[in-house]
């Protein structure tokens, strides 16, 4: 397969991590060997309009002979191999969710309603549907380009007296450019996924945001101790264990039992709310 890395910049600026992510992608190519996976390299600088600059990508792209488009931001980083993983997928649109450049985690995902509420992974590809989700790592097959032009011939456009452009990307009211690219798609009868196991940096200057999505979640679903115990440490813990409470018992219990044995006895406990 032939993969256009389509990578909008702006400001012309490349992150150092983004840089050796894209060098470690090419060498990891290199070993499978072409037959397999063949990477090339488009950029798209000095436009601060990113619907219009992801257009540009697109028109770059389809003028192309690769199979596959992946938008990787100048701000985001990846593993060796994540990049070649999600272009192979089979999934029309699949992509890898960053989190925010802030503090605590988060990520901009909406996932497609079901029919219980519960949020469940494709049992055979592990990956989750979503409504929107950001577009700074996205695979994007030929043919969703390709529907989208036929279904929608009216948004071709010029801009700045250049040539003609088709306008796959815009942004909704109070929304991202890449949230009127999958509204448009689904409409069409197409899916949109997340890999919610694979881990990206955002960079943001000096700073950086690593996550991965599936961990994220799994800590919003871990269960948490009743909030009327008592986590005991040390010594407490020993107690516990002998009067079979797996490390947990009642405030009510904990007082009445040791209190012949607080004068002997130090202990550090804290209420979880």
């Known amino acids: 397969m032939k993969v256009f890395i389509a990578i909008a910049a702006y400001d012309r600026k490349l992150a150092c991590e983004t840089a050796r992510s894209l060098l470690n992608e090419q060498a990891a190519a290199i070993a499978l060997g072409s037959d397999i996976i063949d990477l090339e390299v488009g950029f798209a600088p000095g436009c601060c309009a990113l619907h219009y600059t992801r257009d540009i990508l697109a028109r770059n792209f389809l003028r192309s002979d690769c199979e596959r488009l992946v938008f990787v931001d100048n701000d985001v980083a990846f593993e060796a191999g994540d990049l070649?993983?999600?272009?192979?997928?089979?999934?029309?649109?699949?992509?890898?969710?960053?989190?925010?450049?802030?503090?605590?985690?988060?990520?901009?995902?909406?996932?497609?309603?079901?029919?219980?509420?519960?949020?469940?992974?494709?049992?055979?590809?592990?990956?989750?549907?979503?409504?929107?989700?950001?577009?700074?790592?996205?695979?994007?097959?030929?043919?969703?380009?390709?529907?989208?032009?036929?279904?929608?011939?009216?948004?071709?456009?010029?801009?700045?007296?250049?040539?003609?452009?088709?306008?796959?990307?815009?942004?909704?009211?109070?929304?991202?450019?890449?949230?009127?690219f999958f509204a448009d798609w689904r409409r069409l009868g197409g899916k949109c996924w997340v890999d919610p196991e694979i881990q990206l940096m955002h960079i943001d200057g000096g700073m950086r945001y690593s996550g991965k999505l599936g961990n994220h979640l799994r800590s919003k679903m871990a269960p948490k101790p009743d909030p009327m115990t008592i986590e005991l440490t040390d010594f407490g813990k020993r107690f516990a264990k002998a009067m079979d409470t797996q490390g947990f018992v009642t405030a009510s219990d904990l007082l009445g039992a040791l209190r012949d044995d607080t004068d002997q006895h130090s202990l550090m406990f804290g209420l979880n709310a």
């Open 84 to 180: 070649i993983k999600t272009a192979l997928r089979p999934q029309e649109i699949v992509g890898v969710a960053t989190r925010l450049k802030k503090e605590p985690e988060q990520y901009p995902v909406i996932f497609a309603p079901t029919a219980n509420g519960q949020l469940w992974a494709d049992p055979q590809s592990g990956l989750l549907e979503v409504v929107n989700m950001p577009a700074g790592f996205l695979a994007i097959s030929r043919t969703v380009f390709e529907q989208l032009e036929k279904a929608h011939p009216e948004r071709a456009y010029v801009h700045d007296n250049s040539e003609k452009f088709q306008g796959f990307f815009q942004c909704p009211y109070g929304s991202t450019e890449e949230a009127g």
